[in-house]
């Protein structure tokens, strides 16, 4: 199976997470592009709000999904994301 058929397997099988999981990559690239051309005075706080609500998506997966270090690692991800954001927007 090559690398398209998985994405249409997987699309075919379980639509929803398959959507999910799309939405929250792109959510991820957005904020990383958003970061990589706004160098050196990028905008953290649509950066982290980003990355956020990505890391919901794929916590939401990873249950679907019933792989419990996946929901650790973005829930991992959430906390330190939300440091960030909460610097971001007292200025720190």
């Known amino acids: 199976m090559n690398f398209l058929e998985s994405f249409q397997k997987e699309y075919k099988a379980h639509k929803p997470r398959f959507l999910v999981e799309m939405t929250s ?3 991820a690239l957005t904020a990383i592009s958003t970061l990589a051309f706004n160098v050196p005075d990028p905008p953290f ?9 990505s890391n919901v998506m794929l916590i939401t997966a990873g249950i679907i999904r019933q792989a419990p270090f996946i929901v650790l690692q973005y ?3 959430f906390i330190f994301e939300s440091i960030g954001l909460y610097n971001a927007i007292m200025g720190q």
Do not use: G, N, R
């Open 25 to 27: 990559f792109c959510c």
């Open 45 to 53: 706080v649509f950066i982290f709000s980003m990355f956020l609500i």
């Open 75 to 77: 829930i991992m991800f």
